[in-house]
T-cell receptor, first 114, second 115 residues
Framework: DSGVTQTPKHLITATGQRVTLRCSPR?????VYWYQQSLDQGLQFLIH???????AKGNILERFSAQQFPDLHSELNLSSLELGDSALYFC?????????????FGEGSWLTVV | AQSVTQLGSHVSVSEGALVLLRCNYS??????LFWYVQYPNQGLQLLLK??????LVKGINGFEAEFKKSETSFHLTKPSAHMSDAAEYFC?????????????FGAGTRLAVHP
């Protein structure tokens, strides 16, 4: 158990809908990352938040947005869902002063768009 | 820009045989390198990492990897495969501490271990 908690574990929704994925980082971690894992794209970095501020953006679609709240939990919002958005979405966190850049991953949220 | 190439999307070995999973990286500055393992229906677990210092890094479950700057490689090895090693393995690179430390992953190598 990495200490990173993601909910829901599984989600099935229809095209055009909107979903929210939630992540609680490890205690004390200020950074939260979101990754998407799909068969065709592999593991893709989406976005990084540090202590509530967006720090880096990767291959995140405009239909997707994220935020990190004062209590450091994060939400990834996916809207106007398409079949191709079906994937495993990982949240990860890292401690603020880890010189080794270790990132700890949650178990992921499986999203199926039908 | 950084990138990671994992040679071989599927590797199959016999139980007790040597495991060798290949990873080559590209980075404009000396990177930090990682191997993660993903068991079926689970998240990513850190196996080992290289930051600085000794180039041979030992990780969990008997795995080790050697950083070879001249070859831009960070291959993962295990002397004797066990059935429980069957999983997908990901090599990843990040910039050193002090910059935004997002991980860039390779495409992964699925390891199968047969009796």
């Amino acid at each position: 158990d990495s200490g990173v908690t993601q909910t829901p574990k599984h989600l099935i929704t229809a095209t055009g809908q909107r979903v929210t994925l939630r992540c609680s980082p490890r205690s004390g971690d200020l950074s939260v990352y979101w990754y998407q894992q799909s068969l065709d794209q592999g593991l893709q970095f989406l976005i990084h938040y540090y202590n509530g501020e967006e720090r880096a953006k990767g291959n995140i679609l405009e239909r997707f947005s994220a935020q990190q709240f004062p209590d450091l939990h994060s939400e990834l919002n996916l809207s106007s869902l398409e079949l191709g958005d079906s994937a495993l979405y990982f949240c990860a966190s890292s401690p603020p002063y880890d010189s080794g850049n270790t990132i700890y991953f949650g178990e992921g949220s499986w999203l199926t768009v039908v | 820009a950084q990138s990671v190439t994992q040679l071989g999307s599927h590797v199959s070995v016999s139980e007790g045989a040597l495991v060798l999973l290949r990873c080559n990286y590209s980075s404009s500055v000396p990177p930090y390198l990682f191997w993660y393992v993903q068991y079926p229906n689970q998240g990513l677990q850190l196996l080992l990492k290289y930051t600085t210092g000794a180039t041979l890094v030992k990780g969990i479950n008997g795995f080790e990897a050697e950083f070879k700057k001249s070859e831009t490689s960070f291959h993962l090895t295990k002397p004797s495969a066990h059935m429980s090693d069957a999983a997908e393995y990901f090599c990843a690179v990040s910039l050193p501490s002090g910059v935004y430390n997002k991980l860039i992953f390779g495409a992964g190598t699925r390891l199968a271990v047969h009796p």
